[in-house]
């Protein structure tokens, strides 16, 4: 397993897809930051907790830029006909399934260190310049639940790829679920006052890990539940790949 997690890095490595989105999160770190220290008054700067925020909410367009990365790096293969001789070198399809989902950690891994260190730097320089002394165990809890996040999030983008194989597919129906399907089941839950259900749906458990303003489940809570959705994606995944007929 080794070997084929070597050659999914290489993928990584030398394909320019990977790297626009590596540009495109340490661009929007760097905007989300200089937004929150430039955009905030002195006063809120002062504020408890202000720069566990600051980290924590950088994490959010870095979150949805690893769950999009870890659909294409499953649905890449289907796309350009690579499957084929991916399963020939790696006949055991499970096999296949778990280094991707590995592989969809690791790239959120590298997208968020990425965003973090941007992020970190330009919070040192200019709250030095404003002479606001830095709180290291506020960055330090943002930065691990912001890593936590993004992680999960290229895990959960690598097993919908794997469920679904279509690229566009995968990709559009990822982005109208966050964005249309769940805040419209938000509104109707709330109003059969059902409000504490939707706190279980993908997109609400994900974000309950970089939630802020602790609204919803806890944090523990959001990781599990996360973690169970990407289990079933999981299941979903290895039948779909197991059964499809390759050729």
């Not at 959705?229 to 499809?244: D, N, P, S």
Request: net charge neutral; charged share 15%.
């Amino acid at each position: 397993m080794m070997r084929i997690y070597a050659a999914e890095l290489l993928k990584l490595r030398t394909l320019r897809g990977p790297w626009g989105f590596l540009i495109v999160s340490i661009g929007l770190a760097a905007l989300f930051t200089a937004g929150s220290i430039g955009g905030t008054t002195e006063a809120a700067r002062l504020e408890e907790r202000y720069q566990f925020r600051l980290i924590l909410d950088m994490a959010f367009p870095t979150g949805i830029l690893s769950l999009l990365l870890g659909i294409i790096l499953f649905t890449n293969e289907f796309r350009h006909g690579t499957i084929a001789r991916t399963l020939l070198v790696v006949p055991r399809r499970w096999c296949l399934v778990v280094t991707k989902l590995v592989t969809g950690a690791t790239s959120g891994t590298v997208l968020e260190l990425a965003a973090l260190g941007t992020s970190f730097v330009m919070a040192v320089i200019w709250l030095r310049a404003l002479d606001i002394p830095l709180e290291g165990r506020d960055i330090a809890d943002g930065a691990a639940r912001s890593l936590v996040a993004v992680v999960l999030a290229g895990v959960l983008g690598a097993a919908l790829g794997g469920a679904v194989h279509s690229q566009v597919g995968a990709l559009v129906g990822a982005l109208v679920w966050m964005f249309v399907v769940e805040p419209l089941c938000w509104v109707l839950l709330g109003l059969l006052s059902l409000d504490g259900v939707a706190e279980y749906l993908p997109a609400a458990s994900l974000g309950g890990i970089i939630d802020t303003e602790d609204q919803g489940l806890p944090f523990a809570g959001s990781v599990g539940m996360t973690i169970a959705w990407i289990g079933l994606l999981f299941v979903l995944a290895l039948l779909r790949t197991g059964r499809r007929d390759i050729t």
